[in-house]
Antibody, heavy 120, light 107 residues
Framework: EVQLVQSGAEVKKPGESLKISCKGSGYSFTSYWIGWVRQMPGKGLEWMGIIYPGDSDTRYSPSFQGQVTISADKSISTAYLQWSSLKASDTAMYYC?????????????WGQGTLVTVSS | EIVMTQSPATLSVSPGERATLSCRASQSVSSNLAWYQQKPGQAPRLLIYGASTRATGIPARFSGSGSGTEFTLTISSLQSEDFAVYYCQQYNNWLGTFGQGTKVEIK
């Protein structure tokens, strides 16, 4: 069974750094892109960016370029989303997701989500 | 960046009735469009991709149509489990964008 398991909820202060994770299992991790999606409280879905763990090729939405870093460690089948200096506006649920097929662009399955709360 | 606009924002429908949701792209995305369903407290679920192909396990009452800039998701006969928020998503030139969502609520 293909699964994406994300790290647990985080509570941070503004200015702190953070790295959340997404571990893939049940498939060839290096053969599929993994994407990250933000959902702010009570709001819609926002496509943040994608990474190909096979060669770490990464693409960002213009809205998130320079705001976050997406990376992957193929040796442990894990993708990451990180911030160097969090802001209150980064408070959101963050999902990782994998395309349905190696050459496709549509996300399924999804991770369970990681809730990030940034508050002083 | 391609902007996706969904309408209406909220759709009130009685169980058993038909629901029609719209999604418009700011420029042509060909058939590179998907629909997702999200229920409270859950991750989104893929319903339709390639504008009209149902994902694995999705009931036949869900159908998608359209190409270019205008797309439609139709739920032929709403069941209680279909009340949720629905998002369209396009993917073009290594960049995806979602619509703002349509909430389907019980009338």
């Amino acid at each position: 069974e293909v699964q994406l398991v994300q790290s647990g909820a985080e509570v941070k202060k503004p200015g702190e750094s953070l790295k959340i994770s997404c571990k893939g299992s049940g498939y060839s991790f290096t053969s599929y892109w993994i994407g990250w999606v933000r959902q702010m409280p009570g709001k819609g879905l926002e496509w943040m960016g994608i990474i190909y763990p096979g060669d770490s090729d990464t693409r960002y939405s213009p809205s998130f370029q320079g705001q976050v870093t997406i990376s992957a460690d193929k040796s442990i089948s894990t993708a990451y989303l990180q911030w160097s200096s969090l802001k209150a506006s980064d408070t959101a649920m963050y999902y990782c997701a994998r395309p349905i097929a190696a050459g496709d662009n549509w996300f399924d399955p999804w991770g369970q989500g990681t809730l990030v709360t940034v508050s002083s | 960046e391609i902007v996706m606009t969904q309408s209406p924002a909220t759709l009130s429908v009685s169980p058993g009735e038909r629901a029609t949701l719209s999604c418009r792209a700011s420029q042509s995305v060909s058939s590179n469009l998907a629909w997702y369903q999200q229920k409270p407290g859950q991750a989104p679920r893929l319903l339709i991709y390639g504008a009209s192909t149902r994902a694995t396990g999705i009931p036949a009452r869900f159908s998608g149509s359209g190409s270019g800039t205008e797309f439609t998701l139709t739920i032929s006969s709403l069941q209680s489990e279909d009340f949720a928020v629905y998002y369209c998503q396009q993917y073009n030139n290594w960049l995806g964008t979602f619509g703002q969502g349509t909430k389907v609520e019980i009338k």
